[in-house]
């Protein structure tokens, strides 16, 4: 069995979610996970990195380990029918050209052939809830415990992939010693079972950066979703693995 590794686990729940998938113009879809760029962008909320600090949100990423667990799924346990809600936003960039600079919005507005309005759709998963897991990849690594405390007293607002997506609950951080990732969701589930957790039904598959040091995986998937440039939007491939959690019965 291997040696016991420090992991830092949380929950991330509430009424709407959205995790942005690769797209571009009016479709805005969402994916069925909290991508690594999303949830690190949560951890660097709430530890106070401003978005324009670009080697702070890499060094996230170089040094911090991921793996996420789904729990919920648009309102439905995670062998139910996913609920999901669209929604639209509208966006206007006004032409302007050499002989006319926009100083107002009530500039803009006085020209309504030029406003270049700009329709996209959005979905959101009506209901969802996901276990995370992060865990130290280098001694660079910002210490676990100071992440911890950053979640209950977050700098920034904490949002579930989108700001009209909040929290519904705290993240509830715990540190747990496992040897394996799914002996320490296992864990992190008991130590809560009677908390806002008794709610949530726990997944049965982990998705997780590809030095878990868990055992051999089921699937691989490659993700682009870590950061190269947070203020440009800019990003890599990242391998995941797929784990099993254990069954109860096994686990009794």
Same mark, same amino acid.
């Given at each position: 069995m291997?040696d016991?590794r420090?992991h830092?686990?949380?929950?991330?729940?509430?009424?709407?979610?959205?995790?942005?998938?690769?797209?571009v113009?009016?479709l805005?879809?969402? @994916?069925?996970?909290?991508?690594?760029?999303?949830?690190?962008?949560?951890?660097?909320?709430?530890?106070g990195?401003?978005r324009?600090?670009s080697a702070?949100?890499?060094?996230l990423?170089?040094?911090?380990?991921?793996?996420?667990?789904?729990d919920?799924?648009?309102?439905?346990p995670?062998?139910?029918?996913?609920?999901?809600?669209?929604?639209?936003h509208?966006?206007?960039?006004?032409?302007?050209?050499?002989d006319?600079? @926009?100083?107002?919005?009530r500039?803009e507005?006085a020209?309504?052939d030029?406003?270049?309005?700009v329709?996209?759709?959005? @979905? !959101?998963?009506?209901g969802?809830?996901?276990?995370v897991?992060? @865990?130290?990849?280098s001694?660079?690594a910002?210490?676990?415990?100071?992440?911890?405390?950053a979640?209950d007293?977050?700098? !920034?607002a904490?949002?579930?992939?989108?700001?009209?997506?909040?929290l519904s609950?705290p993240p509830a951080?715990?540190l747990?010693?496992?040897p394996?990732?799914?002996?320490a969701f296992?864990a992190?589930?008991?130590?809560l079972?009677?908390?806002a957790?008794?709610?949530i039904?726990?997944?049965?598959?982990l998705?997780?950066?590809?030095?878990h040091?868990?055992?051999a995986?089921?699937?691989?998937?490659?993700?682009?979703?870590?950061v190269?440039?947070?203020?440009?939007?800019?990003?890599?491939?990242?391998?995941q693995?797929?784990?099993?959690m254990?069954?109860?019965e096994?686990?009794?």
């Open positions: 291997a016991p420090s830092l686990l949380f929950t991330l729940a509430g009424p709407m979610a959205a995790f942005g998938d690769v797209t113009g009016q805005r879809s969402t @994916w069925d996970r909290p991508s690594k760029s999303a949830v690190l962008g949560l951890v660097a909320a709430a530890l990195i401003p324009a600090q702070d949100h890499a060094r990423h170089a040094t911090l380990g991921f793996a996420v667990r789904v919920r799924l648009g309102e439905a995670h062998d139910r029918p996913a609920i999901v809600l669209r929604d639209y509208t966006a206007q960039a006004p032409s302007s050209g050499r006319r600079r @926009w100083a107002t919005r500039d507005l020209e309504p030029r406003l270049n309005t329709l996209s759709d959005r @979905w !959101y998963w009506a969802f809830a996901a276990t897991a992060l @865990w130290a990849r001694s660079d910002p210490p676990l415990a100071d992440i911890a405390a979640l007293r977050p700098a !920034y904490l949002y579930l992939g989108r700001k009209s997506c909040p609950q951080p715990r747990i010693d496992a394996s990732l799914p002996a296992a992190y589930d008991e130590a079972k009677d908390g957790r008794a709610r039904t726990a997944g049965p598959v998705w997780a950066d590809d030095d040091e868990s055992g995986p089921d699937q691989c998937e490659v993700r682009r979703d870590t190269v440039r947070r203020e440009a939007w800019v990003f890599e491939d990242r391998v693995h797929r784990l099993l254990p069954s109860p096994a686990s009794a």
